[in-house]
């Protein structure tokens, strides 16, 4: 069954909650909010679904308890960047120093790991304008990413994630659960997806992260509709 998860209402009403457990968004005025839970000790990859308007590590990831850590995939060096939410200071630091500008936009995959179970509330607007496009660049070798607007879907559905890319791409989507990677390559001879041998569409969901690793680079285009 296709899920497809999609918001916007372009009234000027006060804006309503936007829910990836319940895979289902609301908006008004193209503002909202996503809230994605995490458990204490494990491992969560998200993605920031919204802007803030100054989206930077301490605006995006709020309300973590003392000792969480947060994980960030830097393609230069092949690695993550780690950052550890102080319970003294009540900052997140990258070692001694302070990291709460660290930059953190829409589109980019992130790893949580939090000391106490907690809600992530993802606050702004939304990135692609009502009847508009946005383009997320995503660059060749394993980059950590996330859909630029509010959707949860299929990735195939070109009404909402629309995500193309070329025969061998892979995509890899980390389950929680099993605190493993589950992954999805892009047959360059049927252009489908599949899992192992079975033909399998990955179905992302609201403010989740996952990991692309295309050899070319790929513009990832989505559309916003007004209905």
Request: glycine fraction near 12%; aromatic fraction near 10%; charge should be neutral.
């Amino acid at each position: 069954m296709k899920t497809k998860t999609l918001l916007i209402a372009a009234a000027a009403l006060a804006a309503m909650v936007i829910s990836s457990e319940a895979q289902t968004v609301f908006s008004a005025n193209v503002v909202g909010y996503v809230n994605v839970p995490a458990q204490a000790g494990v491992f969560t990859m998200m993605a920031n679904p919204l802007t803030t308007g100054s989206d930077v590590l301490s605006n995006v990831v709020k309300g973590v308890s003392g000792g969480s850590t947060v994980q960030i995939w830097n393609s230069v060096t092949g690695g993550f960047d780690l950052f550890t939410f102080s319970a003294l200071t009540h900052t997140w630091k990258q070692g001694a120093a302070n990291a709460d500008n660290t930059p953190l936009s829409p589109g980019v995959g992130f790893f949580v790991n939090p000391g106490l179970n907690f809600t992530n509330t993802f606050v702004g607007s939304v990135v692609t304008p009502v009847g508009g496009s946005s383009t997320n660049t995503v660059g060749t070798g394993f980059q950590a990413v996330g859909s630029l607007t509010p959707y949860g879907d299929v990735v195939t559905n070109g009404a909402t994630i629309n995500l193309q890319v070329a025969g061998g791409t892979t995509l890899q989507q980390w389950d929680p659960v099993n605190q493993t990677f589950n992954l999805f390559t892009f047959s360059a001879l049927s252009h489908v997806w599949k899992q192992g041998a079975t033909v399998t569409n990955p179905v992302v969901r609201v403010g989740e992260g996952f990991f692309i690793n295309s050899a070319s680079t790929v513009n990832w285009t989505q559309s916003l509709t007004n209905n």
